[in-house]
């Protein structure tokens, strides 16, 4: 890096790293090469004419992670705020406009007070630029943002548009309008941590999908994170042999894992858990839509896109923020060529006048959107419940699924016995006498519209398997589709989906 004086103290104060600390905390020792150090602002007014601003607030440059080569840029609050002028978003932009055509991901450090008001429209120029080539690099190269400080205004529309968003607690700070401008406008007191805290972005938002405890828990999993993925479009990822598979022990806990009851929830980890390699499960937003569950994993040593139910929470039903969950996860796999494996217990959306009011119909329709847009590998493995609409939408055989597998006690309907015959036999259901009937026309609906034979008579499920069986069909399916190709998409410049 350049020579300078770095203000290491006055960070640090703040329980935060300097930004050359935390650029050497994320790269591999003695691999970061700076970039455009000398590029400097040319306002002149507002006292700006004769002002040093080192770098312009941001440091920028290559090095590699893991051994493999990235581009990373990292805003010095020390250094007037790390707010964002013209030279200051041109160099960002420049770097991102670079890591395109070298082919590798850009992670971005953000710590910056905003717009560097003094360069009026100048500032504005600067994120515009850098929001265009965030877009450009978007399926292109993966873009990770760290937020490291206030990330406020227009500045959060960068990492907005990034693929993964990693915050750290008592640090991160992100939002459209601060603390001050909410009490000017709305008369309410709220703190920084309130308003746009990592709590609020993992928990309640969806914004941020890794919550991290320190700057260095951060730096780790970002390096993880990118053990997992193609460094860019069309990388082939080699087959990763740290992992192991305890088959054994896994196929004895994968047996055990569906309660007797079948309204009885269960946590979806566990069914995940005995099917990938042993402790890969690297979860994505943990915190948010805790009723869906998505991350990467590995199977026999190659990476997978892990999307789920999960019956612990709300019984698997799908609302209009795990519909996005979904979808966002789904489209980012199939940008890189990832393939995907779904495992469904879902007894359908969520009813009810809040979440049809929030546009349920508009978010579950992202999800069958985005997995009949998918043309990567696609997997699913039904464990239980697959009711209606959900059923159809979590990669049914219908939207493209390449093999579908079924657990014996899954079911597969419209809706469950209870909710058919309040429909087909209402009248019986409120006659204390009509019970025998009432029992004998659920056990009927359950032989001969649930039953998962129903569906692999009419070729819809490609085979029903015991859960044993599970990891040895998923595995088997991905190494024949490995070289999948689809060539009979229609002629058009892109879709809409019902964003």
């Given at each position: 890096m ?9 960070q ?36 700006m ?50 890591a ?162 079948s ?21 994505v ?11 990467f ?78 043309t ?48 087909l ?44 069986q ?8 991905l ?21």
């Amino acid at each position: 890096m350049a020579n300078y004086t770095y203000n290491l103290e006055k960070q640090h104060t703040k329980g935060k790293l300097h930004a050359v600390e935390r650029i050497a905390a994320l790269c591999d020792e003695n691999s970061f090469h700076e970039i455009y150090s000398r590029a400097r602002h040319q306002c002149t007014s507002f006292g700006m004419a004769d002002k040093e601003i080192p770098y312009d607030g941001v440091i920028t440059g290559f090095g590699k992670i893991n051994g493999k080569k990235v581009a990373v840029y990292a805003q010095d609050f020390t250094v007037q705020g790390g707010s964002l002028g013209k030279v200051h978003g041109q160099k960002i932009a420049e770097l991102i406009d670079k890591a395109i055509e070298a082919r590798c991901p850009v992670i971005g450090i953000n710590d910056s007070g905003g717009a560097r008001i003094q360069e009026g429209i100048d500032a504005l120029c600067g994120y515009g630029e850098l929001f265009y080539q965030n877009v450009r690099a978007s399926g292109s190269v993966p873009q990770i943002s760290i937020i490291a400080g206030p990330c406020a205004g227009g500045a959060v529309y960068s990492p907005g548009i990034t693929d993964f968003i990693f915050a750290v607690d008592k640090i991160s700070q992100l939002f459209i309008t601060g603390p001050k401008v909410v009490k000017s406008v709305l008369s309410m007191d709220i703190t920084s941590e309130e308003l746009g805290g990592a709590a609020i972005h993992s928990e309640k938002s969806g914004v941020a999908h890794f919550r991290c405890g320190s700057e260095q828990d951060c730096y780790a999993k970002v390096r993880k994170l990118l053990d997992y993925i193609p460094h860019y479009y069309g990388e082939k990822l080699l087959q990763d042999t740290k992992f192991k598979f305890d088959e054994k022990k896994k196929k004895k806990e994968i047996s055990t894992v569906l309660p007797e009851e079948s309204k009885k929830g269960y946590d979806i980890r566990k069914v995940i858990d005995c099917v990938v390699d042993d402790d890969s499960f690297f979860e994505v937003m943990e915190e948010f839509a805790a009723m869906s569950v998505v991350g990467f994993a590995k199977i026999e040593g190659k990476s997978v896109g892990i999307i789920a139910n999960n019956p612990a929470v709300w019984g698997g039903l799908m609302n209009c923020d795990a519909s996005d969950k979904i979808a966002r996860f789904v489209r980012y796999c199939d940008s890189f060529e990832i393939p995907l494996v779904s495992f469904v217990d879902v007894p359908g959306f969520l009813p009810g006048p809040d979440e049809e009011q929030k546009g349920i119909i508009r978010h579950g329709a992202k999800v069958i959107y985005a997995y009949s847009e998918a043309t990567v590998p696609k997997v699913t493995v039904i464990t239980r419940k697959a009711y209606g609409g959900a059923y159809i939408a979590m990669c049914s055989k219908h939207l493209g699924a390449d093999f579908v597998y079924a657990w014996p006690k899954a079911e597969i309907a419209v809706m469950g016995a209870e909710g058919a015959l309040e429909i087909l036999y209402a009248k019986q259901m409120k006659d204390p006498g009509q019970a025998d009937f009432v029992a004998q026309k659920s056990a009927e609906y359950r032989e001969t519209v649930m039953n998962p034979k129903i569906a692999a008579a009419h070729d819809y499920i490609s085979e029903i398997i015991e859960p044993e069986q599970t990891r040895e069909c998923v595995a088997r399916s991905l190494e024949f589709l490995e070289n999948k190709r689809q060539n009979n998409l229609p002629l058009k410049k892109h879709g809409n989906i019902p964003l």
